[in-house]
């Protein structure tokens, strides 16, 4: 879980946002956002708001019983036995309109508008008129690139749950069974280590089904010599981590022994040349380059190279070749270079999660990569 010192160096840095922007108060409805704000992890059908003003001042809407680090905790009812809620979200407007009738000096407000509910803004709009309510989503997508310690623990966190689900795949995949039956495997064996259920969502494709896309495990039967890309993204407190290990059934050819080297040269190609200022689409084409320079997958890789993780399965920077990101320090990201095809029956992609530091790349998992 986030920590309340994250919380807080979190909320500073909004609070130099606000500064810049000239407001008086931002709001978020957004349930993941008031998580990255304040710690709490409430039930995302749950309303909730959390609101900050310009003087440091901040409070929050909220079913889930709050941290120290709130000037305000002001309690939501959503199930009651005693009455009927029917509208939750009115409640938390009314909630909203008696915090907001203290602040009668309200001028300009910014909010993460594309999460904000009707029933919110026209509190808002009601205590401040004379100025329309300003976007603020591309300031907290600017503030998420930057991770706090408490969010690459969270992320760590993930990737314990990569690292048990491959040790299960390993010792179940075999001819003859589905790929149902390899998932079940990985995530029974994560369902042990958490002592509950988590979300436990990635791509399952093995062979040709891996050649150009993934997603759910089916009943497709494994096959000898099959190709297993395993591409994984538990969710254990809306924190992702994302990493792909390839595994051959039985003992893999040439062919994809040949590949496999080549997906990790691309690999180290892109952790070398990666540091802060570079650009992310400059590390796109250049492992984009060096795989179509090999025979054996020219013209085969045809996704991203990679992208940031933290609060949402992508962010900043996308290394892609549109991308307009630059690397800088406190980045969390993927590289996943990829070969596919029907001559190597199906496809090899490696990925691993990073940390860029002021003194370099830091690798946050190290998990083998052997087939």
């Not at 995302?44 to 901040?58: H, I, K, N």
């Not at 259920?197 to 099959?226: H, L, N, W």
Request: aromatic share 8%.
């Amino acid at each position: 879980m986030l920590t309340q010192e994250g919380c807080r160096a979190r909320q500073n840095r909004m609070l130099a946002q606000i500064a810049d922007q000239g407001w008086d108060l931002f709001v978020t409805a957004n349930y993941r956002t008031v998580y990255y704000f304040t710690g709490l992890l409430g039930n995302p059908t749950d309303p909730c708001v959390f609101a900050l003003f310009d003087g440091g001042r901040s409070f929050v809407i909220t079913s889930t019983p709050a941290q120290q680090c709130l000037s305000e905790h002001i309690p939501l009812e959503t199930y009651s036995i005693k009455r009927s809620i029917n509208e939750p979200v009115r409640d938390t407007a009314n909630a909203l309109d008696a915090a907001l009738e203290q602040d009668i000096d309200l001028r300009f407000v910014g909010a993460e508008r594309s999460s904000l509910p009707a029933q919110l803004e026209e509190v808002i709009v009601r205590h401040c008129p004379d100025h329309p309510i300003e976007d603020a989503t591309l300031d907290i997508l600017q503030l998420r690139k930057h991770k706090e310690p408490d969010e690459v623990a969270e992320i760590r966190a993930s990737l314990r749950y990569c690292a048990i689900a491959y040790d299960a795949a390993r010792k179940t995949i075999a001819p003859g069974l589905t790929e149902c039956d390899v998932y079940s495997a990985m995530y029974a064996a994560i369902v042990r280590e958490a002592g509950t259920s988590i979300p436990f969502p990635g791509d399952f494709a093995c062979g040709a089904r891996g050649i150009k896309g993934g997603g759910p495990p089916t009943i497709r039967v494994i096959k000898p010599q099959d190709l297993y890309i395993l591409d994984l993204f538990p969710e254990p407190a809306l924190y992702f981590a994302d990493t792909c290990r390839t595994f051959a059934v039985g003992t893999p050819t040439g062919d994809q022994v040949r590949a496999h080297e080549i997906v990790r040269k691309a690999l180290r190609t892109a952790e070398e040349a990666i540091r802060p200022g570079i650009k992310a689409r400059d590390i796109y084409w250049l492992v984009k380059n060096y795989l179509d320079s090999e025979p054996l997958s020219r013209s085969s890789f045809w996704h991203h190279a990679g992208h940031g993780i933290g609060h949402h399965g992508h962010e900043a920077p996308r290394i892609i070749p549109g991308s307009e990101d630059v690397f800088e320090v406190g980045d969390v990201f993927t590289l996943e270079p990829g070969i596919y095809g029907d001559h190597l029956q199906g496809g090899i992609r490696l990925e691993d999660n990073y940390l860029l530091t002021e003194s370099g790349l830091q690798n946050l998992f190290e998990y083998p990569m052997a087939l």
